[in-house]
């Protein structure tokens, strides 16, 4: 029986890293267990079949060896495991670590105690000598132990959600003069709430959703936790990834004002199709109000060839189209860009430190938005220059004494075409650090290949982060005629960052596009 006892208590504790990972693999896949059975098939299945392969050895090597031998055989092999995994894990640095919400406690929770109810029945009806096998089946179950955990807990979770949702449109409903902006598109959104607000803030008292946080729970938590009742302007970024997300936030947060800044082939293997998307991003012009304002790119083809179901007005922007509000004469450099915006036949001159054609498209939208809100020209050509970098969206910054030009969050082939176009007007010679782009479904191989040709003339070397998810790019460098002898395959972000350190100068400009989380970095 102590035996016994002691054996569960071990083989616990080698549990607990790989459930850490189940956890945090889990939780990047947004707690979706079909996003996550995906995940599993596509990184775990070969390590599961290993893993019961050396449960058949072991079971074996049982029947060839003195069976007295086999208990403390097994105390040895759990005890080495568990050792090496806390010892490799205290090495590890993660992109985006596991965080420790009060959802995830309740998860570890649920995993610890359907770990006991089902090793503690094993080891209590199975013979100490019989143990042998379970130790590597016990190793690797826990990936698989998330489906049940998660139909447990679902249950629960939507509760607790709702609750605090239900909470959360009371707190709205007491703002009843509050300016609601929603925001959202395939790409562009976050920075476009970003300039809005700090545009905006000049004039009124403004929150906006911080972060990504443009889930249900994010809103919740951003209007339960900072909303103030002095607040006169809620900006509100809304994400989606299937059918119904945006119409559902919509009904949740009433905007007057909504902004689609893009709509592209993003999250694929969750909306199916293009046309899925477009018809999503655009229910938030549908579902404004009658009296409401719908802001809309209409450089964007999609964007523009929709035919919007809803009387509101809409307001135009672009570049490349006859647009309400139009930008022309743009200039980038290492320093910013320049542009003029051109509205009812007049240029209103504008500067900023932000690059590219698709923060300058952010700041036209936020302009529109600005105007219908009552802003200057004059106070906005200031507030423009002074809105700052989004963080890790083309945002210029040194290190070590480098010039990096950091895209590294969530890219898309309609942005990361866009860093190429301002990477090919940079000074001295131009570095591309990058993993690829990814949850693109069936289409992510074609358009990482596109990304590749895309490279000719707008870089000069070419450096890319996992040799598997990044062979389209290497392919499709190869056949655009790229130098290849400047193209160089690394294994992971650290041995990128010195492969530049040793071959570029303090004159040359590097850019990071994209930068893979943890789930999807092989």
């Known amino acids: 029986m102590l035996l016994k006892l002691i054996f569960l208590l071990l083989i616990i504790l080698m549990m607990l890293i790989p459930t850490k990972h189940a956890l945090h693999m889990f ?62 894990e205290k090495k590890k640095s993660y992109i985006k670590p596991l965080v420790y919400t009060a959802r995830v406690k309740r998860q570890i929770v649920v ?84 300039i809005v607000q700090a545009i905006i803030s000049d004039r009124y008292r403004s929150l906006m959703t911080p972060a ?9 938590i951003t209007i339960r936790e900072h909303l103030k009742p002095t607040d006169q302007v809620f900006v509100c970024e809304m994400g989606a990834d299937k059918v ?156 070590n004494g480098y010039t990096f030009i950091d895209n590294a969050f969530n890219s898309n082939p309609e942005g990361a075409a866009m860093s190429l176009k301002v990477m090919s007007m940079m000074p001295n010679k131009r570095f591309i650090v990058t993993p690829g782009l990814i949850d693109l479904g069936p289409q992510q191989y074609a358009m990482n290949y596109d990304l590749g040709k895309k490279m000719l003339g707008m870089v000069d070397v070419v450096i890319l982060v996992g040799p598997s998810q990044t062979l389209p790019i290497f392919n499709g460098l190869q056949d655009s005629g790229f130098d290849m002898e400047n193209v160089y395959v690394v294994q992971n972000v650290k041995e990128a960052f010195s492969k530049v350190y040793a071959m570029a100068s303090l004159q040359d400009v590097i850019l990071l596009e994209n930068d893979l989380p943890d789930a999807f970095n092989k």
């Open 244 to 399: 119904n997300d945006i119409s559902y936030l919509c009904k949740f947060v009433k905007p007057q004002i909504g902004l689609v800044t893009s709509i592209g082939p993003q999250h694929l293997q969750t909306f199916k199709t293009l046309d899925n998307i477009i018809k999503e991003k655009m229910q938030m012009i549908e579902c404004l109000p009658k009296d409401g304002l719908g802001i809309i790119n209409v450089d964007n083809e999609h964007i523009r060839n929709y035919q919007v179901k809803n009387s509101c007005k809409l307001v135009t922007y672009g570049i490349y189209h006859d647009a309400d509000y139009q930008a022309v004469d743009i200039q980038y450099g290492p320093d910013g860009s320049s542009f003029n915006v051109l509205f009812e036949n007049e240029k209103h001159a504008f500067k900023t430190k932000l690059l590219g054609e698709h923060n300058i498209m952010n700041i036209l939208a936020s302009i529109a938005i600005a105007r219908h809100l009552g802003i200057g020209w004059q106070e906005l050509m200031k507030s423009v220059r002074q809105v700052d970098y989004v963080e890790h969206r083309l945002q210029v910054k040194k290190i």
């Open 111 to 194: 995993i610890v105690l359907l770990d006991l109810l089902i090793l503690g029945s094993v080891i209590w009806f199975t013979a100490i000598e019989d143990l042998m096998g379970l130790v590597v089946i016990a190793y690797v179950m826990n990936w698989l132990m998330i489906y049940p955990m998660g139909i447990i807990t679902m249950p629960l979770e939507k509760g607790v959600q709702l609750y605090f949702i239900n909470d959360a449109k009371k707190i709205l409903r007491k703002h009843d003069d509050l300016i609601k902006i929603g925001i959202t598109g395939s790409y562009g959104k976050t920075s476009s709430k970003n």
């Open 27 to 88: 939780q990047q896949n947004r707690y979706e267990l079909r996003r996550y059975g995906k995940w599993l098939n596509d990184n775990v299945g070969k390590n599961v079949l290993l893993g019961l392969i050396i449960a058949l050895v072991l079971v074996i090597i049982y029947y060839m060896v003195l069976r007295s031998i086999v208990p403390y055989l097994s105390y040895f092999i759990i005890a080495a495991i568990t050792v090496y995994d806390y010892l490799k």
């Open 212 to 220: 990504s946080f443009n889930t249900p729970m994010g809103i919740t």
